[in-house]
């Protein structure tokens, strides 16, 4: 199985940006898909951004779309998430997931999962 550790998570100001990184080891990271994943407090976890084993291939949830892109480097066995114009209701605990298979956006159909970074956008 592969392990995930997330990083890069902070304080920013609203319409600020940061990046996380999510490293990779004990797996073949180029053949998983991977997730980034977000749980505000009281919340449910919530679908942010996926991409395919590849690269290639992307997909982001409704409240993301345009602000936030999804990249990995399979030579570094890592993947990231660049985030833009970050509001307030961005604010949460930010995971990586990875799964071996196609493109998914549910929680449930991620087997491995980071410890999670936490993200404060203030206002």
């Known amino acids: 199985q592969v392990q995930l550790v997330e990083s890069g998570g902070g304080l920013v100001q609203a319409g600020g940006s940061l990046r996380l990184s999510c490293a990779a080891s004990?797996?073949?990271?180029?053949?998983?898909?991977m997730g980034w994943f977000r749980q505000a407090p009281g919340k449910e976890r919530e679908f942010v951004a996926a991409i395919s084993s590849s690269g290639l291939g992307t997909y982001y949830g409704d409240s993301v779309k345009g602000r936030f892109t999804i990249s990995r480097d399979n030579a570094k066995y890592t993947m990231y998430l660049e985030m833009n114009s970050l509001k307030p209701e961005d604010t949460a605990v930010y995971y990586c997931?990875?799964?071996?298979?196609?493109?998914?956006?549910?929680?449930?159909?991620?087997?491995?999962w980071g410890q999670g970074t936490q993200v404060t956008v203030s206002s």
């Open positions: 997931a990875a799964q071996y298979g196609s493109l998914r956006a549910r929680p449930s159909e991620y087997a491995y």
């Open positions: 004990g797996g073949t990271f180029s053949r998983y898909a």
